[in-house]
C-alpha cells in the first residue's frame, strides 16, 4: 500500500470518528442542556448557551474535521472535470460555514449585531446539495449509484427550505433528520476511503 492509500484510508477513519462525535455530541447535549428534547430544540438553540452548550460547539468542530478529512481524502483520487473541482472546493466552503455556525453568537449579540446565523445556515444549505451533486461522478463508476446520489441531492435541496416555516414544536426534529441525512453521506464518503483506500474509487486510478 502506497503512502497515499495509507493517508486517504487515515482521512477516512478520522472523518468517521468525527461523524461519530458530532451525532453524540448533540444527542448527550440536548438530553443534558434542555428539558424540552431533540423535537422541539433545534441544534443552534443547544448551542447558543447554557451549562452544556460546549457539547454541541464540540460536536461542530468535529463534523468540520470530518468535512475536511473527506475533502481531503477525495483529493486524492485521480478525478478529472470540472465538476469534480467544484465539489471539492464546495466541501470548504461547507467546513467554513459549519465553523462560522458554531463560532457566531446567534442569539446573544453584543451591540445589536447583524443576524447572520441563517445566512451561514442558508449557505450550508445551498453548498452541500450542490457539492454531492457535482462529486458523484467521481465517487462512483456506477451510473446508478451516481443518479442516486443526485436523486438524493436533489430531494435534500428541496427538503431543506421548510424547516424555516416548520413549528417551533417541530423544527428540532425537521433539522436533525436533514442533519442526519447530510451525515449519512459523510459517513459513507469516509467508509469508502476507508475500505478502498487500496483501490481507490472504482474506476479511478492511483498514481505511486
Same mark, same amino acid.
Given at each position: 500500500?502506497?503512502?497515499?492509500?495509507?493517508?486517504?484510508?487515515?482521512?477516512?477513519?478520522?472523518?468517521?470518528?468525527?461523524?461519530?462525535?458530532?451525532?453524540?455530541?448533540?444527542?448527550?447535549?440536548?438530553?443534558?442542556?434542555?428539558?424540552?428534547?431533540?423535537?422541539?430544540?433545534?441544534?443552534?438553540?443547544?448551542?447558543?448557551?447554557?451549562?452544556?452548550?460546549?457539547?454541541?460547539?464540540?460536536?461542530?468542530?468535529?463534523?468540520?474535521?470530518?468535512?475536511?478529512?473527506?475533502?481531503?481524502?477525495?483529493?486524492?483520487?485521480?478525478?478529472?472535470?470540472?465538476?469534480?473541482?467544484?465539489?471539492?472546493?464546495?466541501?470548504?466552503? /461547507?467546513?467554513? &460555514?459549519?465553523? *462560522?455556525? +458554531? $463560532?457566531?453568537?446567534? !442569539?446573544?449579540? #453584543?451591540? @445589536?449585531?447583524?443576524? %447572520?446565523?441563517?445566512?451561514?445556515?442558508?449557505?450550508?444549505?445551498?453548498?452541500?446539495?450542490?457539492?454531492?451533486?457535482?462529486?458523484?461522478?467521481?465517487?462512483?463508476?456506477?451510473?446508478?449509484?451516481?443518479?442516486?446520489?443526485? /436523486?438524493?441531492? &436533489?430531494?435534500? *435541496?428541496? +427538503? $431543506?427550505?421548510?424547516? !424555516?416555516?416548520? #413549528?417551533? @414544536?417541530?423544527?428540532? %426534529?425537521?433539522?436533525?433528520?436533514?442533519?442526519?441525512?447530510?451525515?449519512?453521506?459523510?459517513?459513507?464518503?469516509?467508509?469508502?476511503?476507508?475500505?478502498?483506500?487500496?483501490?481507490?474509487?472504482?474506476?479511478?486510478?492511483?498514481?505511486?
Amino acid at each position: 500500500m502506497t503512502n497515499r492509500k495509507r493517508l486517504a484510508q487515515a482521512c477516512g477513519v478520522v472523518a468517521l470518528i468525527g461523524c461519530a462525535i458530532v451525532a453524540g455530541a448533540d444527542l448527550i447535549g440536548v438530553t443534558l442542556a434542555h428539558n424540552i428534547g431533540p423535537i422541539a430544540e433545534t441544534i443552534s438553540n443547544v448551542a447558543a448557551g447554557g451549562r452544556y452548550d460546549w457539547l454541541e460547539d464540540a460536536g461542530l468542530y468535529s463534523f468540520v474535521v470530518a468535512v475536511l478529512a473527506v475533502a481531503g481524502g477525495i483529493s486524492l483520487w485521480k478525478v478529472a472535470g470540472w465538476d469534480w473541482a467544484i465539489g471539492r472546493i464546495l466541501l470548504a466552503v /461547507l467546513a467554513g &460555514a459549519v465553523v *462560522a455556525i +458554531a $463560532a457566531y453568537e446567534a !442569539y446573544n449579540r #453584543p451591540g @445589536g449585531g447583524p443576524d %447572520l446565523h441563517l445566512y451561514f445556515v442558508g449557505l450550508l444549505a445551498i453548498c452541500f446539495p450542490l457539492e454531492v451533486w457535482l462529486t458523484s461522478r467521481g465517487l462512483t463508476a456506477d451510473p446508478r449509484a451516481k443518479w442516486a446520489l443526485r /436523486l438524493f441531492a &436533489a430531494i435534500w *435541496a428541496v +427538503a $431543506a427550505p421548510p424547516l !424555516y416555516l416548520m #413549528p417551533t @414544536g417541530w423544527d428540532g %426534529l425537521y433539522e436533525r433528520a436533514l442533519a442526519l441525512l447530510m451525515l449519512g453521506w459523510f459517513a459513507l464518503a469516509a467508509f469508502s476511503l476507508w475500505r478502498r483506500s487500496d483501490r481507490g474509487r472504482i474506476g479511478a486510478n492511483w498514481s505511486t
